[in-house]
């Protein structure tokens, strides 16, 4: 038992130091991204632009139900005039950062493990070392990179998406007006609210690039280990984001 | 050229070279031989430094390059073309980016420099005017056919050659054999090629090396091994014949 326990532990900081090593050569990898701007702007667009329909839609769905539960656990208490306040914290703090980074960790930490691990699989990775050509410079700096740029951008839209879901919500079904609502949310809007979620996004973004390159690289064993690692990517990065999620909270507030 | 001695590589509990001791003369084609999973492959990747072996040297025109750090381990690849076993070809990319690759990343060339030597290593292996083709649109012959062109177009020293005709029908076997033999003439390489095809080691060898249990169990001409009455080559012979 205590042998299991210290094989796992071992087993546990071997990860970490490779991950941590991982990092630090992405990030030395920072001024060759310049020498290949499209591949980096082709990485924002996959990360960015094409996951932002999935992110829309998540949002304005969890914005309306905030504001459903919201509403919920006011009346009867306080008045519904506060309804813009309590849904526009929950979100900027809370839910748009948290949920854009799972959606992203589910749909573009899978994706950066699944092909990085099809490549390791196929030689495709040998192949780009024996062309001398540093595999963590050409394929993790820029989806590293563009995931810290882009999950924060993702967020400002599910911000504002997420918004306008509670606000639709209020309209329709609680019967509070738009001024109201929108009136209740500048009262209480504090730029720190905002910043804090967008902080945490950048956090996020960094887990998500981070893990699904080292889980990529890492596959071994043929389609099967391609579809461990992507799981595995999926599962740490989500743990890793509400573990952030807390520890930034629990720093800044 | 290369001189390979007492190498030993193991993967976890299970070892795979155990003492291996070869030498490669410049200009000459080599060809390791030996049953799949004897560890051929992972001689060649050691020898280009993809993998770092527990004990002994190589060293490449005297330069012991098991110590070498990545970055001296780039510097040495740039003299190395490798053609994978799968071809390896980068799926995203198409035959003209996955040849021009390396020289891209290279640097020194401006585009048209790099397209006009990405034309000429793909006219090299009768691949000219694919160059607008993804992979997944190439057979296996012509997937091993870009694989050679992208490791040409670096002009490299050395060409390692993972199974080349593995996978392959015998027509475009042959093919592939005859493309390496060119290519050796013509470009005066040093090729390594490890195979357990009996028929593309006879037709493409100067010199071949019988990998068995970890070590070299044989080293001679395809005539020498023809006539050898060692009981372990002539039964590979035989067996694969």
Known sequence: ?253 | MIEISGLYKNFGEKRVLEGVDLRVERGESLVILGPSGCGKTVLLKLIIGLLRPDQGRILIEGKDITGLSSKGLYSLRRRFGMVFQGAALFDSMTVGENVGLGLRERGGLNRSEIEQKVTQALELVGMKGMEGLKPPELSGGMKKRVGLARAIAMDPDVILYDEPTTGLDPQMAESINELIIGLKRYLSVTSVAVTHDMGCAKRIADRIALLHQGKIAFEGSPEEMEGTENSLVQGFVRGRR
């Open chain 1, 1 to 253: 038992m205590i042998r299991a326990l210290g094989r796992g532990f071992i087993l546990f900081l071997q990860e970490t130091g490779a991950i941590a090593l991982l990092l630090l050569r992405a990030i030395r990898g920072f001024p060759r991204l310049f020498s290949r701007f499209d591949s980096f702007l082709e990485q924002m667009e996959s990360v960015g632009v094409k996951s932002l329909p999935l992110v829309l839609v998540t949002s304005v769905f969890t914005g309306a139900v905030s504001s459903v539960q919201a509403a919920y656990q006011l009346k009867g208490y306080i008045t519904l005039r506060y309804l813009g306040a309590a849904v526009g914290k929950a979100i900027f703090i809370e839910l748009g950062p948290v949920l854009t980074g799972l959606v992203l960790a589910g749909r573009v930490g899978a994706s950066i493990a699944a092909e990085l691990g099809t490549m390791k699989v196929t030689e495709q990775i040998d192949a780009l070392e024996s062309l001398a050509i540093d595999p963590i410079r050409f394929l993790v700096t820029p989806r590293f990179f563009s995931l810290l740029i882009m999950l924060p951008i993702l967020t400002i839209f599910s911000d504002l998406v997420a918004i306008l879901g509670g606000l639709l919500v209020a309209l329709l079904l609680e019967r509070v007006g738009h001024y109201t609502f929108l009136e209740g949310l500048r009262g209480f809007f504090q730029m720190r609210d905002f910043s804090t979620g967008l902080l945490k996004a950048f956090f996020f973004g960094g887990i998500i690039g981070i893990i699904g390159c080292s889980q990529g690289l890492g596959t071994s064993g043929g389609a099967g280990g391609v579809g461990k690692s992507t799981t595995k990517a999926v599962v740490i990065s989500a743990v890793l984001i509400l573990f952030w999620d807390f520890l930034i909270a629990s720093i800044i507030f």
